[in-house]
């Protein structure tokens, strides 16, 4: 399904479907494609989805880390006059929500977290002395996945573009370190939100004992596998992927 990508003043973003609004943040290395499959099913489903482009490459280097990017879609949420949302965040994308939960939790309705960093992740290293390698892009991109077909010749040519290019390649170290930075273990046992965890059997970036240790930190989650999947279940396995969250919207009257 083809959508209409939005530009309005700082913000780029899709948006589909009317009703309780459900927001939908990418990872470091994703793209708002990443959802497609979720947006399309959510927003027939009477749910408002958004899916907001984050600032990663375009933020001033200093201020390129999680926090910014939480004040990011606090700023977005302000702009489409949204006073409360449900979050899917993947990766890089699932720290923000976190971040965001921490910070203005009143923004924050449920959680849903697939993949998610804020504990442990595995990037693709500190530098890319490879980065003019596509061979080696083209394998780190689908390490990704349990099934190395799901990284498309156009997710690869277009990591590949980002990696080389020295602005773009800082800002991936710069939230790579900034995730670390902003553990969030000792934040978890705090949030009292409703969280779904989603996670691949397979994910090598965030592997399984992560969703374990998520699982066990925060008060309110309910952990669900999904095997034969790496690091992002809603491209890997978006049908299972979306009947897990709509299942698990029912029974915590998400609607």
């Known amino acids: 399904m083809e959508y209409n990508v939005k530009t309005e003043g700082e913000f780029k973003y899709i948006e589909a479907g009317e009703g309780k609004t459900v927001i939908l943040l990418h990872g470091l290395m994703g793209t708002l494609d990443?959802?497609?499959g979720v947006v399309n099913y959510f927003s027939k489903k009477g749910y408002h989805v958004l899916v907001p482009e984050l600032p990663i490459y375009s933020l001033p280097i200093l201020k390129t880390n999680v926090k910014n990017l939480a004040k990011f879609v606090k700023t977005f949420m302000e702009f489409k006059q949204i006073p409360k949302a449900t979050f899917i965040g993947n990766s890089l994308g699932g720290h923000v929500c976190l971040y965001l939960t921490k910070s203005f939790p009143?923004?924050?309705e449920n959680l849903v977290l697939t993949g998610s960093s804020g504990l442990y992740e595995k990037a693709m290293g500190d530098t890319y002395p490879k980065r003019g390698d596509y061979e080696y892009i083209k394998a780190k991109t689908e390490a990704v996945f349990y099934d190395p077909k799901t990284a498309s010749k156009k997710m690869?040519?277009?990591?590949?573009?980002?990696?080389n290019d020295r602005n773009c390649a800082i800002r991936i170290l710069a939230?790579?370190?900034?995730?670390?930075?902003h553990n969030m273990a000792n934040d978890l046992p705090d949030m009292t939100v409703q969280t779904c965890l989603i996670w691949g059997k397979q994910d090598d970036v965030t592997p399984p004992d992560?969703?374990?240790?998520?699982?066990?930190?925060?008060?309110?989650?309910?952990?669900?596998?999904i095997d034969r999947c790496g690091h992002a279940p809603m491209m890997e396995h978006p049908d299972l992927f979306n009947e897990i969250v709509d299942a698990w919207f029912v029974k915590n009257n998400i609607k």
């Open 156 to 163: 690869i040519d277009d990591l590949f573009a980002v990696v």
């Open 34 to 36: 990443d959802f497609a």
């Open 106 to 108: 009143e923004l924050v």
């Open 210 to 225: 992560v969703a374990e240790e998520f699982n066990k930190l925060m008060p309110n989650s309910d952990l669900f596998w």
């Open 175 to 181: 939230l790579a370190k900034s995730a670390i930075r």
